[in-house]
């Protein structure tokens, strides 16, 4: 049936009216696209390139050259030399292991540093670089630069790594770097981004350690242009970093390399100390290692058998080893009777050989006794009943309070790792620490530095210095920090009697140099030089009543553990003090034996600053130290080798 034409009409208009309003509507889209589609391209332009250029652009870390280190002559210490690597960055490399695959066909890949490899790429970010191949040689990185197109994300690298060219020497001292590890991550609040990149080297002991701060450096930054795959393309720009400060030691490189070669053998320490400056110019502890070993990684084997060592090389006994400091300490004990006014210069003490001391036996190391002692010659024969005796007169407090005066007990502030304090004790350290009360038999034994008393080798070179001088000369490691001078805190007058002190170093002069002294046979025969020191013996067992009846076993008839401790101090010239010297033999057996010579030999370098002339010794030993003279200067570094270069 035909619609009429009225309806034809109505219906054309409605579907008009519907198209116009759809083409509105269209037309304004389109519109509103277009506009958009200015204010992208125009307004917005300069934004969606730096976009774009940021998909194709990466930022990297240039981590800075590490702080160099010198004696205080210059020669250098610590190091940075150039080093090839291998990199990958996981984001780049696609398929990691195929990579890998093709990589170890061209160098060849150390199983344990790919398996740290492995784990970095994935636990650390896709975009950060991680280091497959370390110390690898010129040839290999040439092959790797060849083959890079089918080798995404792996870059050839040159760094820096740390070298350590006077080797043992300085290991306990400078110490050594090592990757950072997850504990050294903890130990920092907020760590630098630098620290997160793999196999990046801190310091781990020593200065090294101490210093991490100065020494490291800022990181700079380049931009790389990567293409669609992730390869390298160029570098646009870089921002260098901040290179870590050089610092320069006290140390005298010439006679810590000096000191290691004589205490060769010897489990031992040695401290130098200038007695105006606190400057410490040799801290040695024997036996040493190569620090080098650990910048690259050391193998189980050579750490076990650094452990396993009865010598124990690997902690530095200068400033940790913690030990009865014997008969040295006897300059302390006198100081503060004679202060006190306990006892007067004359006055003597009859030593028939021991000491009743409530029901106790209190023995000298001399069984028949030395007689009526006074001050002088109870130091210069280094007889112990005379201490026992004012001591019990004195009372522990004004020794542990002239003890600590002298530096004994003090924990010096040095820029070494686990610097010990040693122990000087008290009623209330006891007290504190033991839950015992103080007894008169704890003063004794401590009169003659034995019980309860520690002191470090190098807190027996501060006491020594501080006789001397009668000041608080404090030791100083650090000479200048990028040629800056650092400035030296005039030490403080000390306060003791000088007459009395004047007598004290009296009888020290002749503990080496008077016949009756226990250092005779260690003297030194040039007047200039003349030293003036204290031996020292402290004994690590116990000598029971069946063993002192029949006899005490001598040390050489000991198992080396069980012998005792050997101790020497000394500063020289005895009129016009340079240096102070402390010496300490692990069951070196005895004072005067074992670490007086060591102390001469060493005084007499280190106030020459060479091997000394013969005529500087007792005739009788000229022959002797002829033989040891040669047989040290073939021990030592050769001077001309890279170690010798001044700054």
Same mark, same amino acid.
């Given at each position: 049936?035909?619609?009429?034409?009225?309806?034809?009409?109505?219906?054309?208009?409605?579907?008009?009216?519907?198209?116009?309003?759809?083409? @509105?509507?269209?037309?304004?889209?389109?519109?509103?696209?277009?506009?958009?589609?200015?204010?992208?391209?125009?307004?917005?332009?300069?934004?969606?390139?730096?976009?774009?250029?940021?998909?194709?652009?990466?930022?990297?870390?240039?981590?800075?050259?590490?702080?160099?280190?010198?004696?205080?002559? @210059?020669?250098?210490?610590?190091?940075?030399?150039?080093?090839? =690597?291998?990199?990958?960055?996981?984001?780049?490399?696609?398929?990691?292991?195929?990579?890998?695959? =093709?990589?170890?066909?061209?160098?060849?890949?150390?199983?344990?540093?790919?398996?740290?490899?492995?784990?970095?790429?994935?636990?650390?970010?896709?975009?950060?670089?991680?280091?497959?191949?370390?110390?690898?040689?010129?040839?290999?990185?040439?092959?790797?630069?060849?083959?890079?197109?089918?080798?995404?994300?792996?870059?050839?690298?040159?760094?820096?790594?740390?070298?350590?060219?006077?080797?043992?020497?300085?290991?306990?001292?400078?110490?050594?770097?090592?990757?950072?590890?997850? =504990?050294?991550?903890?130990?920092?609040?907020?760590?630098?981004?630098?620290?997160?990149?793999?196999?990046?080297?801190?310091?781990?002991?020593?200065?090294?350690?101490?210093?991490?701060?100065?020494?490291?450096?800022?990181?700079?930054?380049?931009?790389?242009?990567?293409?669609?795959? $992730?390869?390298?393309?160029?570098?646009?720009?870089?921002?260098? @970093?901040?290179?870590?400060?050089?610092?320069?030691?006290?140390?005298?490189?010439?006679?810590?390399?000096?000191?290691?070669?004589?205490?060769?053998?010897?489990?031992?320490?040695?401290?130098?100390?200038?007695?105006?400056?606190?400057?410490?110019?040799?801290?040695?502890?024997?036996?040493?290692?190569?620090?080098?070993?650990?910048?690259?990684?050391?193998?189980?084997?050579?750490?076990?058998?650094?452990?396993?060592?009865?010598?124990?090389?690997?902690?530095?006994?200068?400033?940790?080893?913690?030990?009865?400091?014997?008969?040295?300490?006897?300059?302390?004990?006198?100081?503060?009777?004679?202060?006190? @006014?306990?006892?007067?210069?004359?006055?003597?003490?009859?030593?028939?050989?021991?000491?009743?001391?409530?029901?106790?036996?209190?023995?000298?190391?001399?069984?028949? $006794?030395?007689?009526?002692?006074?001050?002088? $010659?109870?130091?210069?024969?280094?007889?112990?009943?005379?201490?026992?005796?004012?001591?019990?007169?004195?009372?522990?407090?004004?020794?542990?309070?002239?003890?600590?005066?002298?530096?004994?007990?003090?924990?010096?502030?040095?820029?070494?790792?686990?610097?010990?304090?040693?122990?000087?004790?008290?009623?209330?350290?006891?007290?504190?620490?033991?839950?015992?009360?103080?007894?008169?038999?704890?003063?004794?034994?401590?009169?003659? $530095?034995?019980?309860?008393?520690?002191?470090?080798?190098?807190?027996?070179?501060?006491?020594?210095?501080?006789?001397?001088?009668?000041?608080?000369?404090?030791?100083?490691?650090?000479?200048?920090?990028?040629?800056?001078?650092?400035?030296?805190?005039?030490?403080?007058?000390?306060?003791?009697?000088?007459?009395?002190?004047?007598?004290?170093?009296?009888?020290?002069?002749?503990?080496?140099?008077?016949?009756?002294?226990?250092?005779?046979?260690?003297?030194?025969?040039?007047?200039?030089?003349?030293?003036?020191?204290?031996?020292?013996?402290?004994?690590?067992?116990?000598?029971?009543?069946?063993?002192?009846?029949?006899?005490?076993?001598?040390?050489?008839?000991?198992?080396?553990?069980?012998?005792?401790?050997?101790?020497?101090?000394?500063?020289?010239?005895?009129?016009?003090?340079?240096?102070?010297?402390?010496?300490?033999?692990?069951?070196?057996?005895?004072?005067?034996?074992?670490?007086?010579?060591?102390? =001469?030999?060493?005084?007499?370098?280190?106030?020459?600053?060479?091997?000394?002339?013969?005529?500087?010794?007792?005739?009788?030993?000229?022959?002797?130290?002829?033989?040891?003279?040669?047989?040290?200067?073939?021990?030592?570094?050769?001077?001309?080798?890279?170690?010798?270069?001044?700054?």
């Amino acid at each position: 049936m035909r619609r009429p034409p009225k309806d034809n009409a109505e219906s054309q208009r409605r579907i008009t009216r519907r198209g116009l309003i759809v083409g @509105g509507a269209m037309a304004g889209f389109v519109g509103l696209l277009a506009l958009r589609m200015r204010f992208m391209q125009v307004e917005q332009a300069d934004q969606f390139r730096l976009l774009a250029d940021e998909n194709r652009i990466n930022i990297r870390l240039i981590p800075p050259a590490r702080g160099r280190i010198f004696d205080r002559d @210059g020669a250098i210490v610590a190091e940075n030399v150039p080093s090839y =690597r291998i990199t990958m960055v996981r984001e780049e490399a696609g398929d990691v292991d195929e990579v890998i695959s =093709r990589l170890a066909r061209l160098v060849e890949l150390d199983p344990a540093e790919l398996e740290r490899a492995r784990r970095a790429l994935n636990e650390l970010r896709g975009d950060t670089p991680v280091t497959i191949a370390d110390r690898v040689t010129w040839e290999d990185i040439s092959r790797v630069a060849v083959n890079t197109p089918a080798l995404p994300g792996v870059t050839p690298e040159v760094g820096l790594s740390r070298r350590y060219p006077q080797g043992p020497d300085y290991a306990h001292v400078v110490g050594y770097v090592g990757p950072v590890s997850e =504990r050294d991550l903890e130990r920092i609040d907020a760590p630098d981004q630098l620290l997160l990149i793999p196999r990046f080297q801190i310091g781990k002991i020593g200065l090294e350690a101490r210093q991490e701060d100065l020494l490291r450096g800022k990181a700079g930054t380049k931009r790389v242009e990567v293409n669609a795959s $992730g390869r390298v393309m160029r570098e646009l720009d870089r921002v260098e @970093g901040e290179a870590g400060a050089d610092v320069q030691i006290t140390i005298d490189n010439d006679l810590q390399s000096y000191i290691h070669a004589r205490l060769y053998g010897e489990s031992a320490a040695a401290v130098v100390m200038d007695c105006e400056t606190g400057d410490l110019l040799a801290c040695a502890s024997a036996p040493s290692f190569d620090p080098n070993l650990f910048v690259r990684g050391i193998s189980v084997a050579d750490y076990q058998a650094l452990l396993d060592n009865k010598y124990r090389p690997l902690p530095n006994k200068a400033v940790q080893g913690m030990y009865p400091p014997g008969s040295t300490f006897k300059m302390v004990t006198a100081l503060a009777a004679l202060e006190d @006014g306990q006892v007067d210069l004359n006055e003597t003490v009859y030593c028939p050989g021991h000491l009743e001391v409530s029901g106790r036996r209190f023995h000298c190391w001399k069984r028949s $006794g030395h007689g009526n002692m006074d001050m002088h $010659g109870s130091l210069v024969e280094s007889c112990d009943v005379y201490y026992y005796d004012v001591a019990l007169r004195t009372g522990i407090e004004k020794i542990s309070a002239m003890a600590r005066r002298l530096g004994l007990g003090e924990q010096f502030d040095l820029p070494l790792t686990s610097v010990a304090a040693g122990l000087m004790p008290d009623r209330d350290w006891k007290r504190a620490n033991r839950g015992e009360d103080w007894v008169i038999g704890d003063s004794v034994n401590a009169a003659i $530095g034995q019980g309860f008393v520690l002191s470090t080798p190098l807190q027996l070179a501060v006491m020594t210095a501080r006789l001397a001088t009668n000041r608080a000369v404090m030791p100083r490691l650090v000479k200048s920090i990028d040629g800056v001078e650092q400035p030296i805190r005039p030490p403080e007058d000390l306060g003791l009697n000088e007459n009395i002190l004047r007598e004290v170093r009296k009888a020290m002069f002749d503990v080496s140099n008077h016949r009756r002294g226990t250092a005779y046979s260690s003297r030194i025969i040039e007047d200039a030089f003349r030293m003036a020191g204290k031996t020292g013996t402290s004994q690590v067992r116990n000598i029971t009543a069946a063993e002192r009846a029949r006899g005490v076993t001598r040390n050489a008839d000991l198992p080396w553990e069980r012998r005792d401790h050997a101790l020497y101090v000394n500063y020289a010239p005895y009129d016009a003090p340079r240096i102070a010297v402390a010496v300490v033999v692990e069951h070196g057996g005895g004072g005067s034996t074992a670490a007086a010579p060591i102390a =001469r030999d060493i005084t007499l370098q280190a106030l020459y600053g060479e091997d000394p002339p013969l005529a500087a010794y007792p005739a009788k030993d000229r022959a002797r130290i002829e033989t040891q003279q040669e047989e040290l200067r073939r021990a030592r570094p050769d001077p001309s080798r890279d170690g010798s270069d001044r700054a």
